[in-house]
């Protein structure tokens, strides 16, 4: 799965390139990924690993999302114009396929999609976006409830925090990715029985 890390060397590429105000983040996600995987019978070395990297890029400047972006030959949508930060996740996995030679896809989804979800997550990429949604400095209404869901099961927790996030962005007007869209729509489908 993945064997070419070290968690100091990953920790120090956090603490070069992720700003003090999002290192709390951070590090409270790769703690949550670790005690989620821990609790689920999942790897807490990949998890941490997960949890350290995911937002390794996202105090970048836009200019430079994008310039990279194009480096890596990832395709920039609409909205990653409007919005370049949405690229870092994509960035990170690019980063992280050649760094450490990773080729796990449903490792390299993790990182890719965990701000938007994915309807082709495997279990990491679940663990990784609840962890990011539901770590301990994050402070919104029914946080405590989604994090005792998640620790019972991941599925439902993958559930509950993707209607979650569906239902803030369109509270606010936000837009909702076409990620988040295939993969509320794909979650809906199964629920009622439509795929297997």
């Not at 495997?122 to 620790?151: C, I, Q």
Request: net charge positive.
């Amino acid at each position: 799965m993945i064997t070419n890390y070290d968690l100091d060397e990953v920790n120090k590429i956090v603490q070069i390139l992720v700003n003090k105000e999002r290192l709390p983040h951070v590090l409270g996600t790769a703690k949550f990924a670790s005690t989620l995987a821990k609790i689920h019978g999942l790897d807490t070395r990949i998890a941490e690993f997960l949890g350290y990297i995911h937002d390794v890029f996202r105090d970048l400047p836009e200019e430079k999302l994008l310039k990279m972006s194009k480096a890596y030959g990832i395709d920039i949508t609409l909205e990653d114009r409007m919005h370049p930060i949405l690229l870092h996740g994509k960035i990170a996995a690019e980063y992280i396929k050649f760094r450490f030679k990773i080729v796990d896809e449903d490792i390299l989804n993790a990182v890719r999609y965990h701000t938007s979800g994915f309807k082709s997550f495997g279990v990491y990429g679940k663990l990784l976006f609840l962890a990011d949604s539901l770590e301990e400095t994050r402070n919104y209404p029914k946080v405590s409830y989604l994090r005792e869901v998640a620790y019972k099961d991941l599925n439902m927790a993958f559930f509950e925090v993707m209607k979650n996030k569906i239902m803030y962005a369109l509270s606010r007007n936000l837009f909702i990715l076409k990620e988040s869209v295939e993969c509320w729509n794909y979650l809906i489908s199964k629920r009622k029985g439509g795929l297997k």
